[in-house]
């Protein structure tokens, strides 16, 4: 059983263009969760998902930042216009349907903006 | 407010030792749970051990143990016979029961083994 995989490790975007960080869950999980960790700090909750609803989206930043978790494919958290600020590195949990407590983390994406 | 704090920015031991790492939290709530994470240099977070809050019995896993401390608000994480693979940044964190899997974490703790 694959665990939670997140795509791409490392990304770099220059000030002002758009960032997308692409989360798998793992097999039979239901509920994603993203949550930012900025440099020398603990993570932060941003947004949970079920499939195609947005259940808890209020660790997200009002402008720039939205998330989604279609019927198919990966959880994408897009990131418009992105500034130093975004620096930071993303991670991905996901959890079985009811079991919020039962999160497992991917590996992260480390954003770097230029 | 869900508040996770952890005093101690760092801490060091030999290998073989033990270590406590220290963790208190802010809730009203009444049904938690309540999560050690390491995360080491390559920044995977891993679930180290789990406590429910409405069980007494403090939780083990192997080499890892915690001091729940319910009317303190306290939960503390014991390693023993410390290994050099231990060495990284420990996170507490907790869940609240109406919080639908909103995870709160702590500052960390650096922990640095030493042969």
């Known amino acids: 059983n694959a665990g939670v995989m997140q795509n791409p490790r490392h990304l770099v975007r220059r000030r002002g263009q758009e960032a997308r960080l692409r989360c798998s869950p793992m097999?039979?999980?239901?509920?994603v969760y993203w949550y930012r960790q900025l440099p020398e700090e603990g993570l932060k909750f941003m947004v949970y998902?079920?499939?195609?609803?947005?259940?808890?989206e209020s660790g997200m930043p009002k402008e720039r930042f939205s998330a989604e978790f279609p019927k198919e494919g990966p959880s994408i958290l897009r990131i418009q216009q992105v500034v130093r600020g975004d620096s930071a590195a993303y991670f991905c949990?996901?959890?079985?349907?009811?079991?919020?407590?039962?999160?497992?983390f991917g590996p992260g994406t480390r954003l770097t903006v230029l | 407010a869900q508040t996770v704090t952890q005093s101690q920015p760092e801490m060091s031991v030999q290998e073989a030792e033990t270590v406590t790492l220290s963790c208190t939290y802010d809730t009203s709530e009444n049904n938690y749970y309540l999560f050690w994470y390491k995360q080491p240099p390559s920044r995977q977070m891993i679930l180290v051990i789990r406590?429910?809050?409405?069980?007494?019995q403090n939780a083990t896993e192997n080499r890892f143990s915690v001091n729940f401390q319910k009317a303190a608000k306290s939960f503390s994480l014991k390693i023993s016979d410390s290994q050099l693979g231990d060495t990284a940044m420990y996170f507490c964190?907790?869940?609240?029961?109406?919080?639908?899997?909103?995870?709160?974490f702590g500052q960390g703790t650096i922990l640095t083994v030493h042969p």
């Open positions: 964190a907790f869940i609240v029961g109406t919080s639908y899997g909103k995870l709160t």
């Open positions: 406590q429910e809050a409405y069980k007494q």
């Open positions: 949990a996901s959890s079985p349907p009811m079991a919020y407590n039962e999160q497992f």
């Open positions: 998902l079920q499939k195609e609803n947005i259940i808890d």
């Open positions: 097999k039979g999980h239901s509920h």
